[in-house]
Nanobody, 122 residues
Framework: QVQLVESGGGLVQPGESLKLSCAAS????????MAWYRQAPGKERDLVAR????????DYTDSVKGRFTISRDNAENTVYLQMDSLKFEDTAVYYC???????????????WGQGTQVTVSS
């Protein structure tokens, strides 16, 4: 079994910061690309940021560029999302995603966390 467990969500005011964490645990041979998605009420789940397996390449959706930073600690199988200058429109459930190779498998498969709520409100 593989689990992704997110933490760090909460209620903040506009302009404040939050840092999300997502730890992968269980039967893992190799951890590939990791990413953060978000889903606002009534909307589809969209990619926010992703990071390559070695942490050298990152991508961000335009609306968070310059405000959010994705990083990872491969020794801890953890991905982070530092969110600064938060805006009302950042309110959503944030989901962690990781592509994982399990022992004995050739292929990588995607796994999802349970989600953590981020609410930006005055």
């Amino acid at each position: 079994q593989v689990q992704l467990v997110e933490s760090g969500g909460g209620l903040v005011q506009p302009g404040e910061s939050l840092k999300l964490s997502c730890a992968a645990s269980g039967s893992i041979r190799s951890l590939g690309v990791m990413a953060w998605y978000r889903q606002a009420p009534g909307k589809e789940r969209d990619l926010v940021a992703r990071i390559s397996s070695d942490g050298t390449h990152t991508d961000y959706t335009d609306s968070v560029k310059g405000r959010f930073t994705i990083s990872r600690d491969n020794a801890e199988n953890t991905v982070y999302l530092q969110m600064d200058s938060l805006k009302f429109e950042d309110t959503a459930v944030y989901y962690c995603n990781a592509v994982i190779q399990r022992p004995g498998d050739v292929r990588f498969a995607p796994y999802w966390g349970q989600g953590t709520q981020v609410t930006v409100s005055s």
